[in-house]
């Protein structure tokens, strides 16, 4: 069974960096788009970005474009986001998830990580 597991959430100041790492384990041979999602308080979950199995195309939401970067490496089964300028805005729990079709809808995302929390302060 693929598990996969974010890490490198916490606490920065606005205008800080935080780097996110997705791990996958179990079977995670097969070809797979990568995608990230954040959900902040009483609000529903939320595209960022994906990216796809060979990493030659990414996409992100007009929110984050310019501060965020995707990138994977399939040989550590790992997907990040770098994200600098960070904004109270951004404050939100950050899911990694897999699907066979690169998209920004969450519903085509069948495998998700258990999250990370971001909280960026004023």
């Known amino acids: 069974q693929v598990h996969l597991v974010e890490s490198g959430g916490g606490l920065v100041q606005a205008g800080g960096s935080l780097r996110l790492s997705c791990a996958a384990s179990?079977?995670?041979?097969?070809?797979?788009?990568m995608g990230w999602f954040r959900q902040a308080p009483g609000k529903e979950r939320e595209f960022v970005t994906f990216?796809?199995?060979?990493?030659?195309?990414?996409y992100y939401a007009d929110s984050v474009k310019g501060r965020f970067t995707i990138s994977r490496d399939n040989a550590k089964n790992t997907v990040y986001l770098q994200m600098n300028s960070l904004k109270p805005e951004d404050t939100a729990v950050f899911y990694c998830?897999?699907?066979?079709?690169?998209?920004?809808?969450?519903?085509?995302?069948?495998?998700w990580g258990q999250g990370t929390q971001v909280t960026v302060s004023t």
């Open positions: 998830a897999a699907s066979s079709v690169a998209s920004t809808a969450i519903r085509l995302y069948n495998l």
């Open positions: 179990g079977r995670t041979s097969s070809n797979y788009a």
């Open positions: 990216i796809t199995w060979s990493g030659t195309r990414t």
